[in-house]
């Protein structure tokens, strides 16, 4: 009889993951499924990073590179983060790694222990939460409100830090509500954090070049105060549709770099070296192809809240960044998760329980608009057919 250590009954899982995984069993059998569940870009990665990762296998870079990644990749992240955020970062703070989940494990084993408490945005992504209680931390949810286009409250959150808060995680534009926190809420979390030095932020700033009108990303960078404890999370995966490649980075405070460090070396080594070269092209080449991809989600985004809002039962709030609609359903009379599989397995369009992301998500149900928009009117026609279906029935009962 083997034992696992404890802990790993602790570990929570993606459901995109496993919604992927039903909706390519679906298709196997023949049925046409729409998949709006999995969230990442449905554009190719764009041809001059492909061409520099190539080259930098035909060049030879075959080997290990430095733990943190190479030299002139984490100077042209500095240079990307001055760029877009004004920010002045040494590169001796960025440290390398494969995607960008790989930066919230490390700052979650750096800080999690029994005993110890974690803020976390609920809904969220759900590996947050589930990390958190791998580490023996004890999860603290920080709710989001629909009403305020999915932001935190920051006098709210301010009021959940004990003296055994170690670490409290943000995400703006947010997974999977497409919130993004408005300046004047961070501005007032930022502030209170001041009275509570002994708390670290990680602040997943993944989506922050997908925001669209009306809404504005603030990285947390640009609270000096904060500097010394703010663990940056960014990375490729959807600013360059480079989900595949596994490639990000953490933007470490000096303090807790080493450690950041000890951690990769003791997991990974270090990422590939030819995803590296090609990340360097990405940031330093032309940024037109990801300027269109913005503007293609920009498009279906304003087609998507309008006809998720004309659903008879849904509600849907407009989000203000990343690629995620999270309309709240609670009028068509179903529960999230019993709506995720009968619009599945019935009309053959995938989507998410927004009890997947926390039990706040209870209500809700995630749509990504990472498809094109063909096939979003299409999913939109199928469900629309279907609700109706499903209010004649209801009539005919009675
Ligand atoms: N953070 C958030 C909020 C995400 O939604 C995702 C991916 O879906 C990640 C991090 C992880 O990104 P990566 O694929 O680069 O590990």
């Known amino acids: 009889m083997l034992t696992m250590a404890g802990r790993m009954a602790q570990l929570g899982t993606e459901s995109a993951f496993e919604v992927l995984a039903r909706a390519k069993a679906l298709e196997a059998e023949g049925r046409s499924i729409i998949n709006l569940g999995i969230g990442q870009p449905d554009f190719a990665t764009p041809a001059h990073i492909v061409d520099a990762g190539r080259k930098a296998l035909a060049d030879g870079h075959h080997g290990y590179t430095p733990a943190n990644g190479i030299l002139s990749l984490r100077e042209a992240v500095a240079a990307d983060l001055h760029r877009r955020h004004g920010v002045a970062v040494s590169p001796d703070q960025v440290l390398v790694v494969p995607g960008g989940k790989v930066t919230m494990f490390f700052a979650l084993l750096m800080f999690g222990e029994p005993g110890a408490e974690v803020l976390y ?11 958190i209680r791998f580490s023996g931390a004890t999860p603290v949810p920080m709710p989001l409100y629909e009403e305020a286009g999915f932001s935190f409250n920051a006098e709210e959150v301010l009021a959940k830090i004990t003296p055994r808060t170690r670490l409290l ?16 809420e961070l501005d007032r979390l930022a502030r209170g954090l001041e009275r509570h030095p002994h708390v670290a932020i990680l602040s997943d700033e993944i989506y922050s070049e997908m925001v669209y009108d009306g809404a504005e990303h603030v990285s947390l960078l640009t609270y000096p105060a904060l500097a010394d404890r703010v663990i940056l999370l960014d990375g490729w995966s959807k600013t360059y549709a480079m989900t595949g490649w596994r490639l990000g980075y953490g933007i470490w405070p ?22 590296q070269y090609a990340g360097i092209a990405a940031l330093t080449g032309p940024k037109e192809p990801s ?10 985004r304003r087609y998507i809240v309008k006809a998720l809002n004309a659903l008879p039962g849904f509600r849907c709030a407009t989000p203000g960044g990343a690629f995620y609609a999270f309309p709240n359903i609670a009028g068509t009379g179903f529960d ?8 599945l397995d019935e009309v053959g369009v995938a989507t998410i329980s927004g009890t997947s992301f926390g039990a706040f998500g209870d209500g809700y149900l995630r749509f990504s608009y990472a498809a094109s928009l063909p096939a979003l009117e299409e999913a939109v026609g199928r469900i629309r057919d279907w609700l109706e279906r499903q209010d004649n029935a209801r009539a005919r009962r009675g």
């Open 121 to 131: 945005p609920n809904p969220g992504f759900p590996i947050y939460e589930s990390v």
């Open 169 to 184: 995680i943000l995400n703006s534009p947010a997974n999977p509500t497409g919130g993004a926190a408005p300046r004047s």
């Open 254 to 275: 000096k303090a807790l770099f080493a450690a950041a460090e000890r951690l990769a070396i003791n997991c990974h080594s270090c990422v590939n070296a030819a995803t």
């Open 291 to 300: 300027r269109k991809m913005v503007a293609a989600f920009a498009e279906r």
């Open 336 to 343: 999230s998760r019993t709506l995720q599989g009968r619009l």
